[in-house]
């Protein structure tokens, strides 16, 4: 696992897992041992990725969101594979106006009390071993949808016909609005436009047609 100088340089070879070695100094005299010390060194292997962890679900190169209104704070855990690879993972932020990070603790920045800057960060975890092995995830830092409502004006519509249909968020308006609209049953009798606009097909008989609004 390593070698040894006679002047006592000491030089690691890779490891693919955790190696434990003990390593003697002796002082001499006159061609004879008088005392020895015996140190214990660990080698550990290069870390050869990173895992960033939000719960249990593993998050690399996703966004996961930071709701004000819930909590003050993100908590993410760093992992690095092999897993008995040096421990030690360097946390950044890419813009601390808007959320900083320590040991995997994302906080939002206040700007004034009750008040945060909305946006999103970039945050990076590297192994501290030197391997230069790092993961990132985005943090959206802001208001999400607490409610979502679908308005018509009619709650039937005729063959060939269309309507508008609007939404509301309710009380408290989410940081980032708009919704993304959809047919979740009956997409052969009509159709939908990205703003909400329903037409119906030609039909021969009543159908029925489920629309669904998802907030983005």
Known sequence: YASLSTSGK???????ERADLHVRAMAMVNGCPVNAIIYKVTIYPAA?????????????GKTVYLDVTDSDQLEL???????????????????????????GVVKPVYVEENKVRTGTVTITATAQDGSKKKATVKVEVGILTKELNIQAPEATLASGK??????????????????????????????????????AKTVTAPQKVVIMATSK
């Open 10 to 16: 000491l030089a690691a070879k890779k490891v693919s």
């Open 48 to 60: 050869t990725y990173v895992d960033i962890l939000q719960g249990k679900s593993v998050v690399n």
């Open 77 to 103: 855990t760093g992992q690095l594979h092999p897993t008995d690879a040096k421990e030690g993972i360097d946390w950044k932020s890419s813009n601390e106006k808007i959320a900083t990070v320590k040991d």
């Open 162 to 199: 269309s309507m508008q249909l609007t939404y509301d968020t309710g009380k408290i308006k989410p940081t980032v609005d708009g919704v993304t609209w959809s047919i979740l049953e009956g997409a052969d009798y009509a159709k939908i436009t990205a703003a909400g606009k329903l037409t």
